[in-house]
């Protein structure tokens, strides 16, 4: 089942104001590229899945995804703050190895 209008809206939105606040909260402590690739949110608009891609090892991977965590309730306030929404939907964070795969399979390839 493909989410609705308004849901893929909502997905978009809450990517491009995670997208800024990760600018201004997380890459500044961190040194890779550090890319949010996707945001699913439930369809009640209480968690939203926020998938991370990160190019690097996987140290910086595991730090990548450590500083998201920790600034999460931050980010949860700060959407709350800039979107007016029904719901703030709590934030939930996965790592997304999709670039990684995609390098590997075109490595293989050549």
Do not use: W
């Amino acid at each position: 089942m493909s989410p609705g209008k308004r849901m893929i809206r909502i997905n978009e939105l809450l990517l491009r104001e995670l997208a800024l606040l990760c600018e201004e909260l997380v890459i500044p402590h961190f040194k890779a590229l550090l890319t949010l690739t996707k945001v699913e949110t439930s369809p009640d608009l209480r968690d939203a899945i926020v998938f991370v891609s990160v190019m690097g090892d996987e140290p910086q991977r595991d730090e990548a995804m450590r500083l998201m965590h920790e600034n999460r309730k931050q980010m949860q306030r700060e959407i709350n703050r800039r979107l007016t929404l029904k719901y703030t939907p709590r934030l939930h964070f996965r790592a997304d190895h999709t670039a990684e795969r995609a390098d590997h399979v075109l490595g293989i390839l050549r």
